[in-house]
């Protein structure tokens, strides 16, 4: 059974920082693109961050230089560091995990940016 759990969110002010982590089960992670999108309510999925089995990251325009994915095989594991939050950064943030042949979504986890 594919598991994805994020962790991680909560309440932050603005400019403030997060570290969100996804823990994977049930897929052979190392060998995956893992995603990262957000979701508010009325909208579709963002795209937020990606990071393929060999590293290679990209990043929506919107988290450039803020946002910093990164993975860690060993423990099945992929994190996004995210900086200097905006209140348009509250979200419900989940993982992905893109293993070609099927697709895995996690549960999310609510980032919300507040004074």
């Known amino acids: 059974q594919v598991q994805l759990v994020e962790s991680g969110g909560g309440l932050v002010q603005p400019g403030g920082s997060l570290r969100l982590s996804c823990a994977a089960s049930g897929i052979r992670f190392s060998i995956g693109t893992m995603n990262w999108y957000r979701r508010t309510p009325g909208k579709q999925r963002e795209f937020v961050a990606r ?43 989940f993982c992905n995990a893109d293993m070609g042949y099927r697709s895995y979504d996690g549960q999310g986890t609510q980032v919300t940016v507040s004074s």
Do not use: C, H, W
């Open 51 to 93: 990071i393929t089995r060999s590293g290679s990251t990209n990043y929506a325009d919107s988290v450039k230089g803020r946002f910093t994915i990164s993975r860690e095989d060993a423990k099945s594991t992929v994190y996004l560091q995210m900086n200097s939050l905006k209140p348009e950064d509250t979200a419900v943030y």
